[in-house]
């Protein structure tokens, strides 16, 4: 994971790794390995993206995002990764929803200028299982924002994202981009115990740093946020903290040094009810349930 940013410094994330049953493993070079085709579509001529409802967490990156359903009376929403919450990492299995919030974010403008700050109400949803993602709910509303601080929320693709986009990681913290393509997917990526699935892969360009943890991955043909950046493979280790790798469906293992990915945001869209609220048992949601997460930690104590 990207390791988020603390007074005295970069901290590594994680504490302790589990051993995997993988089969085979292949300590490949940035830019090698199998991908996903590129479809013609994909190559599309890039647009200018700006800074502009990014936020910078105390530790993190996030953005200010709305769904095709959100309306501007609703309470907005911003994204950031699972394990940049307050309340530390969610474990595996753990799903955090509707719990209290305080947490402050200074909002940007397009130039990556201090907008102004917007506060939480509440952690509406976080977990760092199948996914690395978390959506706070805000006491402003869209119209709110746009009205005070002349800043529009990012919008959520419903869509897949494709191999081949371009894309760029905007970080609120650093008030940096990285630019680069979509890669291929990984359909898993396993680092210490976390397992993420469908993961992002990007090209070797986007080297993420701590910090850049929560930045939205935004589609520059579009303009919409198809993804939240959370890790990079930092030594070339193997499925460790800190060093990701991906697992495939027959179990063999590929680490990719100095890569990096992100968590697809588009299965967070038909989870988002009227009034912005997380609705777990919408039609089309697939995102990991807290009951889900009690019987799996009933079952790992058995």
């Given at each position: 994971m990207n390791k988020p940013l603390v007074a005295a410094g970069l901290t590594a994330l994680l504490l302790g790794a589990t051993a995997l049953p993988a089969t085979a493993v292949s300590n490949e070079a940035p830019g090698s390995g199998q991908r996903a085709a590129i479809p013609a579509e994909a190559k599309v001529k890039a647009k200018a993206v700006t800074y502009a409802g990014t936020v910078a967490l105390s530790n993190c990156s996030g953005s200010v995002v709305r769904a095709p359903s959100s309306q501007p009376t609703d309470p907005a929403l911003v994204l950031s990764n699972g394990h940049c919450l307050e309340t530390g990492f969610p474990g595996p299995g753990q799903v955090i929803v509707d719990r209290p919030s305080t947490r402050s974010f200074t909002l940007l403008n397009a130039s990556g200028g201090n907008a102004g700050t917007v506060r939480a109400s509440k952690i509406a949803y976080g977990t760092m299982t199948d996914t690395d993602a978390s959506l706070y709910r805000l006491t402003s509303t869209y119209k709110d924002i746009e009205t005070r601080y002349g800043i529009k929320a990012l919008d959520l693709d419903a869509a897949h994202p494709q191999a081949g986009r371009a894309i760029t990681v905007a970080s609120g913290y650093w008030k940096r981009m990285y630019k680069c393509s979509i890669d291929g997917f990984a359909y898993q990526l396993k680092e210490g115990r976390?397992?993420?699935?469908?993961?992002?892969?990007?090209?070797?360009?986007?080297?993420?740093?701590?910090?850049?943890?929560?930045?939205?991955?935004?589609?520059?043909?579009?303009?919409?946020?198809?993804?939240?950046?959370?890790?990079?493979?930092?030594?070339?280790?193997?499925?460790?903290?800190?060093?990701?790798?991906?697992?495939?469906?027959?179990?063999?293992?590929?680490?990719?040094?100095?890569?990096?990915?992100?968590?697809?945001?588009?299965?967070?869209?038909?989870?988002?009810?009227?009034?912005?609220?997380i609705d777990l048992n919408r039609p089309g949601c697939t995102l990991p349930k807290p009951l889900a997460a009690e019987k799996h930690r009933a079952a790992a104590a058995r």
């Open positions: 976390w397992t993420w699935k469908d993961s992002v892969r990007y090209t070797s360009p986007c080297q993420v740093i701590g910090g850049t943890s929560g930045s939205p991955v935004i589609d520059d043909a579009t303009g919409k946020v198809v993804a939240v950046n959370n890790t990079i493979n930092e030594s070339g280790q193997r499925c460790t903290d800190n060093n990701p790798c991906e697992v495939d469906q027959n179990g063999n293992v590929t680490v990719r040094r100095s890569i990096g990915y992100a968590q697809q945001t588009y299965t967070l869209v038909p989870c988002i009810g009227a009034g912005n609220n």
